[in-house]
């Protein structure tokens, strides 16, 4: 089914490098300035100081386009800074729209009512309608694997989507996260008509497969005015964008910057930044600060949604022994793998719950949290070495070795960029010295494909699989989340996690004391999203959390932040009394128009 990318970020960075791309620092580098933002344009009298905002970001505008069912040169990142989001995802666990008048839940319908006022560059009306059509073609692509049972235009201002089952109110609202308005009515309508004409898939999948081939260059996307972001495009090239304020823009009053250049992601990123040519690059560690000029200052950090893990292969039968896998967890040092991650800002996890550790209250609770197997953080080869021996493991020479007389060695498969190559091969040198055999194979562009052969003992991977900050972003069954076997089939899956699994009935117990709670993991999983309730997401992101402290079908070993910089010298950039806890801080913070020009 071809649907609209929800904006993933598990999957990379994104195209928004410079920008906000996480760089490593840790928690010792996360002082810096914030400014104090602007609802009305920023300060009143003289002429400013500087009248463009320059950052770079997204693909070269001359190799995408605009239609986002044709993903083959979909400009995924390059869209948002022409369009307008219809939800965010906040780091308290909130989903919120600054567009839309009203987003409510009731029951299993979803009801958007979208404001009036709002119009595309070409001076058409923005409205429910615009999104209407998207969703409708969406879910007539695959209306079987549609998680709506119908899409409505209720009025001319609302569009109601009924949902197949009951979900929470903030699970249904996290549909929408990752959505813009993208698809103007006269564009996509016929394509509509014709969806609704259809007799059967077959009908449906030939209109898809047109739909797939259309293209939206971006000269068309210009010279027809289709986009309604805060920013018109002037002009594009394959060195830059040039965009001028859309004066009848909502937002247009907050800002007094009447310019902003964008220039695509390259090799010339970090020169560009070091020598004074942005007004906005990722946050500066306190190691690089000599690197950069004085004029860009950090203005904001949050903890993001992202982590990171390496997965265990319970196929290998060392890996196979739980006690193996907690001595492996003990021997390792989670700060100084975290450390050797420099391109990011991140700090290493402390609990392995399979969660990012900013939403254990929220669907956790401390009192949950404190009662998990506490394992090391930092390298403690003597826990480490009570585990082997538990499982009836011996060091011979130095190496240990099975109650069969086997070697312990692990082949561990990572990524050739350095911000996980680096990591990987300092894990791989604290196991030698604990005394397992190691062998990294580091692969380039065709890393996901080679994850997904499965044919590795420990293996990295992102761990969080939607942008948000919800236990269904980590307890997936895929390999961003926790791969256990395919629902319905017998045995084990590819990583040997069984269909059933046993846990301890006391919450942190080591080993299972009479029956236990036994489930099957990946239903579980996929039961998740359909929670009803609140209460019914904290009691089955608990069990999953428990399985995953006391089973390891991974070792979580670093938790993300993200933050930007900006050129104080000319810009006023926002502070804390506006909501920036949210995907890309910076991106969205210039997307609103809460960065202002000072004046002279």
């Not at 004029?295 to 904001?300: A, I, R």
């Not at 070795?401 to 498969?413: A, H, K, R």
């Not at 040997?496 to 709670?517: L, Q, R, Y």
């Amino acid at each position: 089914m071809a649907t609209i990318l929800a904006g993933c970020a598990s999957v990379s960075n994104g195209d928004d490098s410079s920008g906000e791309q996480s760089t490593m620092g840790g928690g010792s580098d996360s002082t810096g300035t914030t400014g104090t933002g602007s609802e009305d344009g920023g300060s009143d009298g003289g002429s400013l100081v500087e009248p463009r905002f320059d950052f770079v970001g997204g693909r070269t505008p001359t190799d995408v386009q605009m239609n986002p069912w044709n993903l083959a040169n979909f400009g995924h990142t390059y869209h948002i800074y022409w369009t307008t989001p219809i939800a965010s995802a906040y780091a308290d666990g909130t989903i919120a729209s600054d567009y839309l008048e009203d987003m409510t839940a009731d029951g299993n319908e979803l009801a958007l009512t979208f404001p009036d006022g709002w119009t595309f560059w070409n001076g058409r009306d923005l409205t429910a309608e615009d999104f209407y059509v998207q969703m409708e073609i969406e879910r007539f692509q695959d209306p079987e694997a549609s998680q709506f049972e119908s899409v409505e235009l209720t009025d001319d201002s609302t569009v109601t989507l009924t949902f197949k089952a009951d979900v929470t109110p903030n699970l249904m609202k996290a549909a929408m996260v990752g959505k813009y308005q993208i698809t103007p009515r006269w564009i996509y309508n016929d394509y509509l008509t014709r969806y609704q004409e259809a007799s059967g898939s077959e009908d449906r999948s030939a209109v898809t497969e047109e739909l797939l081939q259309m293209t939206v260059p971006v000269e068309q996307f210009v010279d027809e005015g289709l986009g309604n972001g805060l920013y018109q495009i002037d002009s594009f090239g394959s060195a830059e964008t040039l965009a001028s304020k859309y004066e009848d823009h909502p937002y247009a009053d907050r800002t007094n910057v009447p310019e902003t250049r964008i220039i695509p992601v390259g090799d010339n990123t970090e020169s560009l930044a070091t020598n004074n040519e942005l007004d906005r690059v990722s946050w500066i560690r306190e190691r690089q600060r000599q690197q950069y000029p004085e004029d860009l200052q950090n203005q904001q950090q949050i903890k993001w949604f992202r982590t990171q893990k390496f997965i265990l292969n319970w196929t290998n039968p060392h890996l196979a022994n739980r006690s193996v896998r907690r001595a492996i967890i003990s021997a390792i040092d989670l700060p100084s793998i975290t450390a050797a991650a420099r391109r990011y800002i991140a700090e290493p996890t402390q609990v392995q719950t399979g969660l990012r550790s900013s939403i254990h209250d929220q669907y956790l609770g401390s009192d949950f949290v404190d009662q998990l197997i506490d394992y090391p953080v930092e390298t403690d080869t003597e826990t480490a070495a009570s585990y082997m021996e538990q499982a009836g493991y011996s060091q011979q020479n130095g190496t240990w070795t099975s109650p069969d007389g086997e070697t312990v060695s692990l082949d561990i498969l990572t990524r050739t960029q350095t911000g996980q190559a680096q990591p990987t091969q300092v894990m791989s040198d604290q196991l030698n010295t604990f005394g397992i055999e190691t062998n990294v194979n580091a692969v380039g562009e065709n890393y996901y494909t080679k994850l997904q052969e499965w044919d590795f003992d420990m293996g990295w991977v992102w761990h969080v699989a939607r942008a948000l900050w919800h236990p269904v972003a980590y307890f997936s069954n895929d390999f961003y989340g926790v791969k256990a076997d395919d629902v319905g089939s017998d045995g084990p899956g590819p990583t040997g996690v069984p269909d059933t699994v046993t846990i301890p009935e006391e919450v942190g117990a080591k080993e299972v004391s009479g029956s236990g709670v036994e489930f099957n993991p990946a239903e579980l999983m996929n039961e998740l999203p359909s929670s009803t309730s609140q209460d019914q997401v904290v009691e089955r992101t608990r069990t999953l959390s428990q399985w995953f402290n006391y089973d390891l079908p991974a070792i979580v070993y670093m938790q993300e932040n993200t933050g930007y910089a900006g050129d104080s010298a000319h810009f006023t950039f926002p502070g804390d009394d506006k909501k920036l806890d949210t995907n890309y801080p910076g991106r969205v913070a210039w997307m609103k128009g809460w960065i202002s020009g000072q004046t002279e």
